[in-house]
């Protein structure tokens, strides 16, 4: 997005920046060793979340809400095996077919989530739960398990599983990715019916659906920022304002009216939820017709707002 500062300006832009930087108005980067040991650490914390929400809640509720997880919760139902067991035994093929398949770079993104996850499967397996309520069980293993999967997915890493499988059947068949997760979460969750009872694959759809706007949350945060395009005749006004009442940067784009054809400004705003109002405001007070479209932005990246991960 293009920023309009306001009239003055420092002539130097290499001595402001050093002077923001020291100012802390600027994010260093992190350098590669920290990057990775940050990582890491989001994926074990991750992991051992996903581990406690399986225990607590998706395995005593039996909701098998898709995954490796899932099926190992079906495999504990007839065979009495540990849940552990099977994920490691489903995990570990489903990663070797990965790295031949795949590529290395992509396998040993897994590799540590798929040893992990198990492991702390294990070693939380006697944790005693809180309810015995199904439904409470896929609304608190959801979240939990979405809470997980956020923290290991902005460590940039995996808990391999039936994901993997996805990406193999993506790769080989064209089947979009969405939809290949998709299929496999449902035949999962339809063998969760026919094993354990009808109610609990409906129970497992609703934690299916809470894991994956939880998972939307943690990647892109609570606050929700809003983006206005603004029409007007007065739009250099209109800007003016915006830019010394409001303190926000601005983006001007030339468009063309679909009937009449007449080049015009529209102008683009991005703004914090509790300042839309006073937008509304300002535009208001420089052309009561202006045509003003506000919408939510799902992430927005850059000064006065989320430094760049």
């Known amino acids: 997005m293009e920023h309009r500062e306001k009239a003055t300006k420092d002539p130097d832009p290499i001595r402001t920046h050093k002077k923001r930087q020291r100012n802390g108005r600027i ?37 098998a809400s898709g995954g490796v997880s899932g099926i190992s919760i079906l ?10 067991y099977t994920q490691w035994a489903l995990n570990i093929p489903l990663f ?8 290395r770079r992509f396998a040993l ?44 997915f902005r460590g940039r890493g995996s808990t391999g599983g039936l994901d993997l499988a996805a ?5 080989y068949t064209g089947l979009r990715l969405g939809l290949a997760i998709a299929c496999f979460d449902g035949l999962v969750i339809a063998a969760a019916g026919f ?10 759809l609703i934690g299916l659906f809470v894991t994956s706007k939880t998972i939307d949350v943690v990647q892109t945060g609570l606050l929700v920022s809003k983006v206005a395009f603004i029409i007007s005749d007065k ?4 800007s003016t304002t915006v830019l010394n009442d409001l303190d926000r940067g601005l983006t001007k784009l030339d468009a063309h009216g679909g009937y009449t054809g007449e080049a015009r400004s529209v102008l683009m705003v991005v703004v914090g939820q509790n300042e839309v109002s006073k937008l509304k405001l300002l535009v208001k007070s420089v052309d009561p017709a202006a045509f003003v479209i506000i919408s939510d932005t799902a992430e927005v990246l850059g000064e006065g707002f989320k430094h760049t991960e």
């Open 27 to 63: 994010k260093q980067p992190p350098n590669a060793k920290q990057t990775m040991f940050i990582n890491l650490f989001l994926l074990m914390l991750g992991s051992f979340v996903i581990a406690v929400s399986f225990n607590l809640f998706l395995l005593p509720g039996g909701i």
């Open 75 to 84: 495999v504990q139902r007839v065979t009495g095996i540990p849940p552990a």
């Open 96 to 103: 070797i077919a990965g790295l031949m398949m795949l590529g």
């Open 109 to 152: 993104q897994t590799a540590i989530g798929s040893i992990l996850l198990p492991l702390f499967v294990l070693l939380t397996a006697d944790w005693p739960s809180p309810t015995h309520n199904a439904l409470l069980a896929a609304i608190y293993g959801g979240i939990g398990v979405g809470i997980g999967l956020g923290l290991v």
């Open 167 to 171: 990406q193999i059947l993506h790769k």
């Open 195 to 204: 094993i354990i009872s009808p109610e609990n694959a409906l129970y497992a």
């Open 235 to 238: 739009a250099d006004l209109i």
